[in-house]
């Protein structure tokens, strides 16, 4: 039996915009949850409504088979950490983290027990007497987790906690957000708009567009194997390149004068244009494997990023241009601009999106 | 290459002085009349007090206006019951405006510009007005209060508590402005706070220099109060300084400086209390 359910949960506004629709997710206790999507998605109001901040329009919202639906913030269990760490400026800071419970009633002795042993899980021990105002931001929120974690609620939500640190800070907090979850095994939903937080933090993702879900899937499922368009472009960088129908039942495809064939059969009448997506780390330069697909350009521009170098290949005709990215090798001559090149993918990578490709996934590609 | 080590070795001799820099047209003119507009206003605000201390130091003996004045036990009776008034006003008034001002900004934003307006109508209507109002409203049934001292108490206090709106509403007002109560009420109601406990424990210390503020202006208001203690019949310290303005010649002005001492005495503390919480956000930088 999963540990948070939401079923069929929908938020309106006032005025008629439907913030969510339908939103179906169902948790098993001690995993890890992120809601992936852009601004406006709703994935904070779906957020916000497991926290009892806004009320959803229809559905249910369930925490270890109790119905809190209805139930007021303050009545369910739920800790918080915010994206503008929300700390208590006129409290110490272990006062902010034995708020909660204090709030519950709990005896003096107990409290500050707790907050000792979460300032050590914190990494701030001895640390208790400072103000807010007197840490950086990276360690007012993790003074915020340790507040939202002090009174043991039944799920952890954390919405953007990092988007307001730097890059370096936020990756170390990220990491350790992450092994806090796993040595205390509580249930965790996180939001972000980054895909790298997200990737590399959850069990699983809500991948959320326009108040719907696009897909859910661990972060090898949502990558490697996105199952709309858009969890395709929104994951990651993607190369789209236009084709054209040759024959749809057999799945032939034209990508700029050059013949290949979709795994089956395509949805999309002949002569009708399609696009292809594909992730750049897995084509190769050459021509790969027997089975691969091959495409042959000219490279329009080489760009040095370090570790990597990315090959930008321009197909003939309208197709478009596929950036190829290869790990950088100082014994490798790398091709020079205008140069013809050929670079192959494996079949299964490719997928075949409608021609603008937007609205639906018509057939994954294989070699001819 | 030799001229150019030359130039190089010239360069290097140079004395390691900042370049003078050029001498700013206009601007001894400008301290002169910035000098000039602060004589000014320390001429505008002193004189009338040097003019009243000199008036009050021309009793014969000299001092005896002040000696006189600090052994009346009126002097300091009137200003006990206007400073007990005045903090009964202020305690309504947080108790009154807090919770409105809070909820108006959280959960109806929509109303701010009316509850705006309904705070300064004190402006719009004068004292008078408004204590023939509570005069002829509660002097008969059902609420006949103005009968007994403890009813003329109420009203006294009823009719500060609107009189100090604008200043109290406007100062809470502002404070909240300065705090992210919506996630601050967030973050205590997921903590298993309640509204009692988010207002008294997180929302009005947060709003401490602000109610200060709006406290002490409502302090120095009901202090100085006539009209309303005047027809409401009230021994406020206001309308014992009108009882002797007319009796004695030099005391009134004694008076007038002792409570001018209080209240600036009172400005003083939110001086020190502002400047406190100012240190606090640049230390922390983050708000």
């Known amino acids: 039996m999963s540990y948070l359910t939401l079923t069929g949960v929908k938020k309106q506004f006032p005025g008629g915009f439907v913030a969510v629709a339908d939103f179906n997710l169902a948790m098993e206790k001690g995993e890890f949850v992120s809601f992936l999507g852009p601004s406006g998605c709703g994935k904070t109001t779906t957020l916000r409504m497991i926290a009892g901040f806004d009320q959803p329009t229809t559905g249910r919202v369930l925490i270890d088979g109790t119905d809190i639906t209805d139930r007021p913030p303050n009545r369910r269990n739920v800790g918080m950490v915010f994206q503008a760490y929300a700390l208590f400026p006129n409290m110490t800071v272990a006062a902010n983290i034995g708020f909660g419970l204090k709030v519950r009633g709990a005896d003096k002795a107990s409290i500050v027990r707790r907050t000792t042993e979460l300032l050590e899980l914190i990494g701030l021990p001895g640390k208790g007497n400072r103000y807010p105002w007197q840490m950086s931001g990276g360690q007012q929120q993790r003074v915020a987790l340790a507040r939202a ?169 309208d197709a478009g241009v596929a950036s190829v990215d290869t790990f950088n090798n100082p014994h490798l001559a790398v091709p020079a601009r205008d140069s013809a090149v050929t670079f192959s993918f494996p079949a299964e990578a490719c997928l075949v999106l409608d021609g603008a490709g937007r609205d639906a996934v018509v057939a994954a590609a294989t070699a001819i | 290459m030799t001229g150019q080590t030359d130039r190089l070795q010239a360069e290097l001799d140079r004395p390691t002085s900042w370049p003078d820099r050029p001498a700013r047209r206009g601007a001894p003119r400008k301290t002169v009349a910035s000098w ?19 008036f009050s130091l021309r009793a014969k003996p000299m001092l005896s206006a002040w000696t006189d004045m600090l052994n009346d036990p009126q002097v300091w009776s009137t200003l006990g019951y206007s400073f007990v008034i005045g903090l009964i006003t202020i305690i309504v008034s947080i108790v009154l405006l807090v919770p409105t001002a809070f909820w108006v900004r959280l959960r109806l934003p929509r109303l701010r510009p009316i509850v705006e307006f309904v705070t300064l109508l004190p402006f719009v209507v004068p004292p008078i007005v408004l204590v023939f109002g509570l005069i002829t409203t509660f002097s008969r049934p059902p609420l006949p209060l103005t009968g007994t001292n403890l009813g003329s108490d109420v009203l006294l206090v009823c009719a500060y508590v609107i009189l100090s709106l604008p200043y109290m509403y406007r100062a809470v007002d502002a404070g909240l402005r300065t705090i992210d109560i919506r996630t601050l009420t967030e973050a205590c109601q997921s903590l298993g706070a309640g509204w009692f406990t988010i207002l008294w424990r997180v929302i009005l210390p947060n709003l401490r220099v602000s109610i200060l503020s709006g406290a002490f202006l409502t302090l120095a208001i009901v202090v100085g109060e006539f009209t309303i203690a005047n027809f409401l019949a009230r021994p406020m310290f206001a309308t014992y300084l009108q009882l002797i303005y007319g009796n004695l010649a030099y005391q009134p002005a004694a008076v007038a400086l002792i409570s001018f001492g209080i209240t600036w005495g009172a400005m003083g503390v939110i001086a020190l209390i502002g400047r406190g919480s100012q240190d606090k956000s640049e230390i922390g930088g983050a708000h």
């Open chain 1, 149 to 317: 974690l002090a009174f043991e609620p039944q799920v952890l939500l954390l919405d953007e906690p990092l988007s307001a640190l730097d890059a370096k800070i936020r990756v170390s907090l990220r990491a350790e957000i992450r092994a806090i979850q796993r040595k205390l095994g509580i249930t965790t939903v996180y939001v972000t708009h980054d895909q790298e937080e997200a990737l590399s933090l959850s069990d699983r993702i809500v991948v959320m567009s326009e108040g719907r879900i696009e897909q859910i899937g661990t972060p090898f499922e949502i990558y490697n194997f996105p199952r709309t368009p858009f969890v395709a472009r929104f994951v990651g960088t993607l190369n789209v390149l236009s084709a054209r129908v040759i024959d749809a039942t057999t799945g032939r495809l034209d990508v700029g004068g050059q013949e290949m064939r979709a795994t089956g059969a395509v949805g999309a009448a002949a002569g009708s244009a399609v696009s292809l997506a594909l992730r750049p780390e897995i084509l190769a330069m050459g021509d790969g494997e027997p089975d691969h697909v091959r495409l042959r350009g000219t490279v329009d521009e080489v760009t040095f990023l370090g570790a990597v170098v990315r090959i930008r290949v321009r197909l003939p005709g």
């Open chain 2, 36 to 54: 000039l507009f602060l004589l000014l206003g320390v001429v505008y605000f002193a004189l009338p007090l040097v003019g009243t201390l000199i």
